[in-house]
C-alpha cells in the first residue's frame, strides 16, 4: 500500500510538471489571457488621451516630432498585444494619423505609410470591422492624392470580398444589436440655425451616395474688440455657403456657413467658448451627410468677408463689428483741389499706427543661399524701421514678430487688423532663376501686374501659379477701392524714397517699380498695405549688399523716408 501510494505521487507529480511546462508554452503562443487584454485596452485608452491632448495644442500640430509621439504610442499596442481587441484599432489610428500628418507636411512618404499600416490591418485582421475602413481610405487615397485608378479598382474588389467574409460572420449580427450606427452630430447647432429653403433639401439616397470630401481639422481665431478673424484649416478644397441670422432677444446676431462636401476631425469639440471681443463662440456640427455648418456667435457684426485659400486649403472668415472705423487723426477741414484728394485725404487722416511685418520665419525660412536666409534679413531690417518710424512721426509700431518665429499669413493680417493700424508695411527679399535680376521693387494688392509679378506672389505666398489664378478670381469680391488707392500712393512714396536713399551710396540700384499682385499677407488688410522687396539674394552683387549692416541701415531709413512723406502729404492736403 505504501509502494502504490509513493509511485502515485511520483507519477502525479510527473504529470503535473509536463502539464506545467505544456501550459508555459501556451501560454507565451496562445492569444492572451483577460487580464492582459484589459491591460491592452488600458495602454488604448492612455493613447487616445495622449491623443486628445497633442489635437487640442495648435503648437504641437505643427511639429513633426510631436505627430510621430502619438503615433508610435499606437505602434506599441499593436506590437505588445496583436492578439487583443484593440490591435485592429490602434492599427487603424496609425494609419489615419499618417493620413492627417501628410494634410500638414505635404510628403508623399506618409501617404505611403498610411497604406502600409492599411494594409497590415486588412491582411492580419481580415474580419475587423477596421479593415473594411482601412480599405476604404486607402480607396481614397490612391483615387484622389495619389492619382492611381488602377490600384484603387483593385482595392474595391478586395473590399467586396472581404464585406463577404463580414456578412458571413457570426459574430456581426450581434454587434450591430449591440452598437447601433451613431446618429449625426447636430447638437452644437440649434433648430433655428438648422432651417433651409427648400432648394437646399436632398433626397436619402443622393445623401447616402455623397463622396465625404474635406475634413476640418483645424479651427484657429483672432479676436478683438471690433475684428474677427477665423480660419478653418481643411484637408482640400470645398464649396461654402455664408448666411446672416440677425441679433434677437434672446441670441446675438450670428454668422453661420455651411461647407460642402465636408465632415469635422473626431479630435475637434463641438464648440469653442472664447467670449473675448467680437466673437463669443464657435460651434460647429455635421449639419448633413455631406455639410458641415460652423455658427459664429457674435457680440455685433456690421460688415463680413469670407473667402478660400488654397496650398494649405483653408477658409478664411473675417468679422467686422461695430466701433470699427478709423480715427480721424487731423481736425482741420480737407481741401479738395481739381477732384484730387483721396479719401483719407479728405478725412484728415494722420497716422498714429503703423504694423510691420518681417516676412517669414521659423520653419518658412524664405529664400536663402548657403550663407543668408531671407527670414533673418528682414527681421533685421524691420527692427531698425520700427526705432527709424518711432523717431520719425512719434508713433507706435507693432511688428508680427520680434524673433524668429513662424507666423501663418493670415495671421499676420489679422494682428495688423486687430490693432488697428494705419498702415501696413511688409518687408521680403527678392529671389529668380535668372542670376541678374536685381533691383528694388514695391507692392500692393491688385491683379497682377505681369508674370515676374505673378511669379513673386507665387514666391511669397509658397503657393503655385495655378493657385494663385484663383486668388486673382478672389480679388474680383475683395478690393475696396479707397484702400487700392491709398496703397498705391503709399508704394509709390515708399519705392521712390527706398531707390533714393540707396542710391546715394550704392551704384547701380535699379528702380523696378511699383507693381500688384495678389499676396496673401495684403488680403483682408483694413488700412493702406504695401509689401516691399528690398533686393535679390540670387544675384551676387545684392547678396553681397544683403549681408551688410550699413546697407541694411539704408535699406530701413529709405522706407522710413517713404513712409514719412506718405504721411506729410496726407497732413498738407487735410489743411
Known amino acids: ?19 506545467f511546462l505544456l501550459g508555459l508554452v501556451l501560454n507565451l503562443a496562445l492569444p492572451l489571457p483577460a487580464s492582459s487584454l484589459t491591460e491592452a485596452e488600458r495602454a488604448y485608452q492612455q493613447a487616445e488621451k495622449e491623443l486628445q491632448r497633442f489635437a487640442a495644442s495648435r503648437q504641437k500640430l505643427r511639429y513633426r516630432r510631436h505627430w510621430l509621439k502619438v503615433i508610435a504610442r499606437f505602434k506599441n499596442i499593436y506590437r505588445r498585444y496583436p492578439e487583443s481587441r484593440v490591435a485592429p484599432r490602434a492599427l487603424y489610428r496609425v494609419g489615419r494619423l499618417y493620413e492627417e500628418l501628410y494634410g500638414y507636411s505635404g510628403r508623399k512618404a506618409d501617404l505611403y505609410a498610411a497604406l502600409k499600416y492599411y494594409e497590415l490591418l486588412w491582411e492580419k485582421y481580415p474580419k475587423s470591422s477596421h479593415a473594411r475602413l482601412a480599405l476604404k481610405r486607402a480607396i481614397v487615397i490612391y483615387e484622389r492624392k495619389l492619382r492611381s485608378p488602377v490600384k484603387a479598382l483593385a482595392l474595391k474588389k478586395k473590399l467586396k470580398r472581404l464585406a463577404g467574409m463580414r456578412e ?4 456581426v449580427a450581434r454587434q450591430a444589436k449591440k452598437n447601433p450606427p451613431p446618429k449625426r452630430s447636430t447638437q452644437a447647432v440649434s433648430v433655428a440655425e438648422k432651417k433651409t429653403s427648400s432648394g437646399e433639401k436632398k433626397s436619402a439616397s443622393k445623401l447616402l451616395a455623397v463622396k465625404i470630401g474635406g475634413t476640418i481639422k483645424q479651427i484657429r481665431y483672432w479676436s478683438s474688440k471690433d475684428y474677427s478673424r477665423v480660419v478653418l484649416d481643411l484637408s482640400r478644397k470645398v464649396s461654402y455657403s455664408p448666411h446672416v441670422l440677425k441679433a434677437s432677444k434672446e441670441k446675438p446676431p450670428r ?32 449639419y448633413r451627410k455631406d455639410t458641415v ?8 457684426l456690421t460688415d463680413y468677408r469670407v473667402f478660400f485659400l488654397d496650398e494649405p486649403a483653408r477658409l478664411v472668415i473675417d468679422l467686422i463689428g461695430k ?3 478709423e480715427k480721424p487723426a487731423c481736425p482741420a477741414p480737407p481741401k479738395i483741389i481739381n477732384g484730387e484728394i483721396s479719401l483719407a485725404q479728405q478725412l484728415g487722416l494722420c497716422i498714429r499706427r503703423v504694423v510691420i511685418d518681417p516676412g517669414h520665419g521659423g520653419r518658412d525660412p524664405g529664400c536663402r543661399n548657403r550663407r543668408l536666409k531671407e527670414k533673418h534679413i528682414v527681421l533685421r531690417v524691420s527692427k531698425l524701421l520700427a526705432q527709424k518710424l518711432r523717431a520719425k512721426l512719434g508713433c ?40 541678374r535680376a536685381y533691383g528694388i521693387e514695391t507692392y500692393y494688392l491688385n491683379f497682377a501686374s505681369d508674370e515676374e509679378a505673378m511669379r513673386v506672389a507665387a514666391l511669397e505666398n509658397a503657393a503655385s501659379t495655378h493657385s494663385l489664378s484663383e486668388l486673382q478670381d478672389l480679388l474680383k469680391g475683395i478690393l ?33 517699380g511699383v507693381r500688384t499682385a495678389p499676396f496673401v499677407v495684403l488680403i483682408g488688410t483694413r488700412m493702406p498695405a504695401v509689401l516691399v522687396e528690398i533686393g535679390f539674394l540670387s544675384n551676387p552683387m545684392e547678396e553681397k549688399r544683403l549681408r551688410d549692416p550699413k546697407y541694411l541701415d539704408l535699406v530701413a531709413e529709405g522706407i522710413a523716408r517713404g513712409i514719412t512723406a506718405y504721411v506729410k502729404k496726407m497732413k498738407l492736403s487735410a489743411r
Do not use: C
Not at 500500500?1 to 502539464?19: A, E, G
Not at 458571413?168 to 459574430?171: A, E, F, V
Not at 455648418?293 to 455685433?300: E, G, I
Open 1 to 19: 500500500m505504501k509502494f502504490r501510494l509513493s509511485v502515485n505521487i511520483s507519477t502525479n507529480f510527473r504529470r503535473l510538471f509536463w502539464l
Open 168 to 171: 458571413r460572420s457570426p459574430t
Open 255 to 286: 454668422l453661420y456657413v455651411d461647407i460642402k462636401p465636408a465632415r469635422i476631425s473626431p479630435y475637434l469639440k463641438p464648440v469653442i467658448p472664447i467670449k473675448d471681443g467680437l466673437l463669443k463662440q464657435i460651434r460647429f456640427g455635421q
Open 293 to 300: 455648418r460652423v455658427v459664429l456667435d457674435l457680440a455685433s
Open 323 to 325: 466701433g470699427f472705423s
Open 396 to 435: 507706435e509700431v507693432v511688428l508680427t514678430r520680434t524673433k524668429d518665429v513662424f507666423i501663418p499669413l493670415e495671421q499676420r493680417t489679422a494682428i495688423a487688423n486687430m490693432k488697428r493700424a494705419d498702415l501696413f508695411v511688409s518687408i521680403h527679399v527678392n529671389s529668380s532663376p535668372r542670376r
Open 480 to 512: 475696396l477701392n479707397t484702400k487700392l488707392e491709398e496703397s498705391h500712393r503709399l508704394a509709390e512714396a515708399v519705392q521712390r524714397n527706398l531707390v533714393k536713399t540707396l542710391r546715394r551710396r550704392y551704384r547701380p540700384v535699379k528702380d523696378r
